[in-house]
């Protein structure tokens, strides 16, 4: 008997120390490595990483990305171009100087004068209205351009609408008459801007004696029907570059092309 009364007594003192011990422990987290799902390890893309990332997967798919410009128009006000040139990832400029038939870029000029000024290679572009005559859009660019002396890249043109009453035949008819047009004039090829969709609609196979720069602004390069002479992507809409306040065009060169490929050819 004194020996069960002996074991109770044993069993009374030990068992407010285990629950104790047993209240501790639920209270103390257990230590474990913490796992992150990886959305929690993802930051934010600046332009700068995002185009690192699509450098490291393009170049796996054998494309090589090469310098960097931007294009601008009235959009981004007064522009800093001392600071500009200050940039190392703006290697070339393409400003806006006329719309359709009657429009020209109002910063045109200062922003012309300004990047020269600041030794960046510079040209011009315009944007093409497949429902306005060619020749009054060519009045219109050479006007406002009369020569190429004091610009450094080929002219671009912007052709990226088609308008709902203008048939596919009816835009290829215009952009060609209208390309012929700024060559015979200049003597120099033009370069045509366009966004990847746009280009597989309505252009692939049809201008392939001319150089693209192609817009698209998601993960990967343009996937591009037919066989185009695809010089430029434009990678991003929402650039920064010191000197413009707010977002700014962004591209660069691929492949074996650069910029050797969109200078005029001055004559000796």
């Given at each position: 008997?004194?020996?069960?009364?002996?074991?109770?007594?044993?069993?009374?003192?030990?068992?407010?120390?285990?629950?104790?011990?047993?209240?501790?422990?639920?209270?103390?987290?257990?230590?474990?490595?913490?796992?992150?799902?990886?959305?929690?390890?993802?930051?934010?893309?600046?332009?700068?990483?995002?185009?690192?990332?699509?450098?490291?997967?393009?170049?796996?798919?054998?494309?090589?990305?090469?310098?960097?410009?931007?294009?601008?128009?009235?959009?981004?006000?007064?522009?800093?171009?001392?600071?500009?040139?200050?940039?190392?990832?703006?290697?070339?400029?393409y400003i806006k100087v006329t719309e359709n038939a009657g429009l020209v870029d109002n910063m045109f000029q200062t922003n012309?004068?300004?990047?020269?000024?600041?030794?960046?290679?510079?040209?011009?572009?315009?944007?093409?209205?497949?429902?306005?005559?060619?020749?009054?859009?060519?009045?219109?660019?050479?006007?406002?351009?009369?020569?190429?002396?004091?610009?450094?890249?080929?002219?671009?043109?912007?052709?990226?609408?088609?308008?709902?009453?203008?048939?596919?035949?009816?835009?290829?008819?215009?952009?060609?008459?209208?390309?012929?047009?700024?060559?015979?004039?200049?003597?120099?090829?033009?370069?045509?801007?366009?966004?990847?969709?746009?280009?597989?609609?309505?252009?692939?196979?049809?201008?392939?004696?001319?150089?693209?720069?192609?817009?698209?602004?998601?993960?990967?390069?343009?996937?591009?029907?037919?066989?185009?002479?695809?010089?430029?992507?434009?990678?991003?809409?929402?650039?920064?570059?010191?000197?413009?306040?707010?977002?700014?065009?962004?591209?660069?060169?691929?492949?074996?092309?650069?910029?050797?490929?969109?200078?005029?050819?001055?004559?000796?």
């Amino acid at each position: 008997m004194r020996q069960i009364i002996t074991i109770l007594l044993c069993l009374t003192l030990i068992a407010p120390s285990t629950q104790a011990a047993r209240r501790k422990n639920a209270l103390s987290p257990i230590t474990q490595p913490t796992v992150q799902e990886p959305d929690a390890l993802m930051e934010p893309l600046k332009p700068q990483r995002a185009l690192e990332q699509l450098s490291e997967l393009n170049l796996r798919r054998r494309r090589t990305l090469g310098k960097r410009g931007i294009d601008v128009s009235h959009y981004q006000s007064r522009i800093n171009w001392k600071a500009v040139a200050e940039d190392n990832d703006v290697n070339y400029v393409y400003i806006k100087v006329t719309e359709n038939a009657g429009l020209v870029d109002n910063m045109f000029q200062t922003n012309l004068r300004e990047a020269r000024k600041v030794g960046i290679p510079v040209g011009c572009y315009h944007f093409f209205s497949p429902t306005a005559s060619p020749l009054a859009q060519l009045k219109n660019l050479t006007s406002a351009v009369p020569h190429l002396g004091d610009h450094d890249l080929i002219p671009m043109i912007d052709v990226e609408v088609k308008g709902k009453r203008t048939s596919d035949a009816e835009l290829r008819s215009r952009l060609k008459q209208f390309l012929k047009g700024v060559e015979d004039y200049y003597g120099v090829k033009p370069l045509i801007y366009t966004g990847q969709n746009f280009f597989n609609k309505y252009l692939s196979g049809y201008f392939d004696d001319y150089l693209f720069m192609i817009a698209k602004y998601s993960e990967g390069m343009p996937e591009l029907e037919g066989n185009p002479k695809f010089a430029l992507w434009q990678f991003s809409a929402s650039g920064r570059v010191k000197g413009i306040s707010g977002n700014v065009d962004q591209s660069c060169f691929v492949d074996n092309y650069g910029l050797r490929d969109i200078l005029i050819k001055k004559k000796k």
